[in-house]
């Protein structure tokens, strides 16, 4: 460093976000920078949906399809309250905040257990009933025009609950809002910052597609990828709770919101206040002249 920089300088302080990056850098920054906690944390999140990958291979043994579906389902009880702990971790690393992997993750799992629980089951309910609405409308379309309409809503309701996701986990975490306000704001949220709620999508999309179609090779993929997308959920919908739930809060009793102080901070304010006016740059020292030995 000391090649690079002169700290006798007189000037500015020392900012609280020295490097003001645009946001894509700030992005891969981050996800460099904690890389490998990222990877364990995917491993950990695996762990906790053993439940439900347990249940999936019912799906090769004698079990009725109705009986299936069910325990399918049933299985949201355990995906929710990890999505929660996957979420709180990776909100809390966007912020830069200090992680502890293992037991922020659990700790999320469990105070966040019940609403986790409830949001599981309706996410499994949701994706058993559009595995079913969206391929019969497709087929019944292509015979009678008609059902052309249903076809699209399942589409556009599937497609926006899904973008309602990129808000929904963030907001159990972080509030403590009922269930009902919960997809109410994530609703409103997602139109409100509809181009942020795109670009998530988009990129969703494009992975989940490289994934299936390049199967089973993509398998070692499964280290990496959630929680790239989970943390790019939580860079870039965050800011947005913050801003539009959790800041009018505050703003209604008159306090001020704690995490702002380190998380969010002005433009120009620094660490300390300096005063370079009064400030004397110091002198290079003299070099002394060696004596001679005799």
């Known amino acids: ?6 700290y006798d300088r007189v000037g500015r302080g020392v900012t609280k976000d020295p490097d003001r990056k645009i946001p894509l850098f700030r992005f891969l920054d ?11 944390l995917n491993f950990i999140y695996l762990l906790a949906l ?5 249940m999936m291979f019912l799906e090769y043994l ?3 399809n109705l009986a299936y579906y069910i325990i399918f389902v049933l299985t949201g009880i355990f995906v929710g309250p990890a999505t929660c702990g996957f979420m709180k971790v990776l ?3 966007s912020c830069r905040r200090p ?8 700790r999320a799992f469990a105070s966040n257990f019940k609403q986790g629980a409830f949001m599981g089951l309706i996410d499994m309910f949701v994706i058993v009933a559009m595995s079913f609405a969206i391929p019969m409308y497709f087929t019944m379309s292509e015979e009678n025009g008609v059902f052309r309409i249903p076809f699209i809503i399942c ?3 599937g497609f926006l609950f899904l973008m309602m996701h990129f808000y929904i986990y963030l907001l159990i975490v972080s509030t403590n809002l009922s269930l009902w306000l919960i997809l109410k704001n994530s609703l409103y949220l997602t139109a409100i910052e509809i181009k942020t709620s795109v670009v998530n999508l988009l990129t969703t999309v494009v992975i989940v597609l490289t994934f299936a179609v390049l199967f089973p090779w993509t398998v070692v993929t499964l280290a990496l990828f959630p929680s790239f997308l989970g943390l ?3 860079f870039n919908c965050f800011p947005a709770i913050r801003k539009y739930v959790i800041q009018p809060y505050y703003d209604e009793r008159g306090e001020k919101m704690p995490e702002i102080s380190y998380t969010v901070p002005e433009e120009g304010e620094s660490v300390f206040v300096d005063t370079p006016e009064t400030e004397i740059p110091q002198e290079p020292p003299k070099k002394k002249k060696n004596k001679k030995i005799r």
Do not use: E, Q, T
């Open 62 to 64: 004698n079990v009725g």
């Open 30 to 40: 981050i996800y460099s920078s904690h890389f490998s906690k990222l990877v364990a």
């Open 1 to 6: 460093m000391g090649m690079f920089s002169n």
């Open 91 to 93: 909100r809390n690393i």
């Open 232 to 234: 790019l959920y939580a």
């Open 155 to 157: 589409l556009v309701c």
């Open 99 to 106: 992680v502890f992997i293992w037991s922020d993750f659990w």
């Open 50 to 54: 053993l439940p439900f990958a347990g």
